[in-house]
């Protein structure tokens, strides 16, 4: 097992990456242009790590995406973070303690982050809690389509 630690853009497996993603449909693309903005604007404030199955990185196994989301908070924030089911617990565990360190090194006090996986695993392994919900009201086609007069409005006063 292989765990490196990226930087620069030029260093993520996009395919690869890509391919684990939770995302709306098509947003893949649109996460991997906001994180390579993070990379190249922001570097120090990104956690990128991957997890391979051998140094000649034949396959990707793991991977952990984290930011420090500014000065006003006391935390870091996963953005994304994906095991295959076949891993055992030693690599998300090595995944979380290097995440932990940078979270530390950073000066934050606490890791967050939004899951639509299995929520009982974090919770169990990792020590995890519910610090509140995530709420979300879709607007629909029809409903976008009357809200465009009051665009103008708003962006014009």
Avoid: C
Avoid at 12 to 20: G, Q
């Amino acid at each position: 097992m292989l765990i490196e630690r990226i930087t620069s853009v030029e260093d993520i497996p996009m395919e690869e990456v890509a391919r684990h993603l939770v995302v709306d449909e098509g947003g893949e693309v649109n996460f991997l242009q906001q994180l390579a903005g993070w990379l190249a604007n922001m570097p120090e404030k990104v956690f990128m790590l991957l997890v391979w199955n051998n140094r000649e990185k034949e396959e990707l196994r793991a991977f952990v995406i984290a930011h420090d989301p500014g000065m006003h908070v006391d935390y870091s924030y996963i953005a994304q973070v994906w095991s295959d089911p076949q891993n055992n617990r030693k690599v998300t565990t090595a995944m979380f303690a290097r995440l932990w360190v940078w979270t530390v090194a950073m000066g934050k006090t606490a890791i967050r982050g939004m899951t639509q996986r299995n929520e009982d695993a974090i919770f169990r392994s990792f020590g995890f809690e519910n610090v509140g919900i995530i709420v979300e009201r879709k607007i629909e086609a029809g409903e976008r389509k009357g809200l465009f007069g009051h665009v103008k409005d708003v962006l014009h006063g």
